[in-house]
């Protein structure tokens, strides 16, 4: 059935409004999947990436300590030693607790079951070259140090740049999916933005051919019967809404002229 220009009107403004709110849903779950990965990247790819800088510096030092140890002959420096030795294991211990809290994926799980793994081996192979080194065998105690102890580090160490290289690859792959969800963000804000420019453009032809014309062309009619022209025919007569009631209107006043006559 044919609609009115306020139904046809009214369907259009519709139709623009269903298309935002329908690009605001989608905007909102891409800001939040953006976020999403936003906060990945910062609490847990770059987080873990610095705990795992923390652990790596504090096994280093923890082997530096070590070979101090071993090397010095001074009570008091080897006290020193090993209060460092103590110190960096505590350290090592935390760290590994924060490590786990950034944990999301079971490959870095693991891979981290396997460093601690390595590192309990390391520093039990260390604590038996600390008591060769306290009972000043350090024949035995460099040859452990040098022999299984160094095997042992190897593997931690190995270990632990297998899993800075993992936080790398997940902080590359969440910086990808943000950037990707960005750019499918931008094309859909275009993509809107077309659809609503076409729809206003159609908006406004079809306001400029069905309303406005004729809403000028009955002007016309009414300014010729105003001026006595009875003869002029009276357009749109036949349509069914607003603009077809008005020229309806313009037909008896028409009609009235022609019989006061």
């Known amino acids: 059935r044919n609609l009115s220009i306020k139904q046809k ?4 403004f519709g139709l623009i409004a269903l298309i935002f709110v329908g690009f605001a849903a989608v905007s909102t779950f891409t800001a939040k999947s953006i976020n999403g990965d936003s906060n990945e990247i910062a609490d847990v790819w770059l987080g873990g990436i610095n705990v795992l800088g923390r652990l790596n510096g504090d096994l280093s030092d923890f082997r530096i300590a070590q070979a101090n140890r071993i090397l010095s002959m001074d009570a008091e420096n080897q006290h020193k030693y090993e209060a460092d030795l103590d110190r960096l294991r505590a350290s090592l211990d935390k760290n590994e607790t924060d490590y786990e809290g950034t944990i999301i994926w079971d490959e870095d799980r693991q891979l981290f079951n396997k460093f601690k793994a390595a590192a309990t081996s390391y520093f039990a192979s260390a604590d ?3 008591a ?3 009972k000043n065998d350090n024949d035995n105690a460099i040859a452990l140090l040098r022999g299984q102890n160094t095997s042992d580090y190897a593997q931690a160490d190995s270990t632990l740049n297998e899993l800075i290289e993992l936080n790398l690859r997940g902080s590359k792959a969440a910086i990808a999916s943000a950037g990707s969800l960005y750019n499918r963000s931008l094309w859909g804000m275009g993509g809107v933005t077309t659809l609503v420019l076409v729809i206003l453009g159609w908006s406004t032809f079809f306001v400029g051919r069905n309303v406005s014309s004729p809403i000028g062309q009955i002007t016309s009619v009414m300014s010729d019967l105003a001026g006595g022209n009875k ?3 009276i357009p749109y ?4 809404d607003e603009i077809g009631a008005m020229a ?10 022609i019989k006061a006559d």
Do not use: D, G, P, W
């Not at 309806?248 to 002229?257: G, L, R, T």
């Open 132 to 134: 060769f080194s306290q």
């Open 9 to 12: 009107m009214s369907a259009i």
């Open 128 to 130: 038996k070259v600390l």
């Open 237 to 240: 007569a036949q349509r069914t």
């Open 248 to 257: 309806a209107a313009v037909e008896v006043f028409k009609v009235n002229m």
């Open 231 to 233: 003869q002029v025919a």
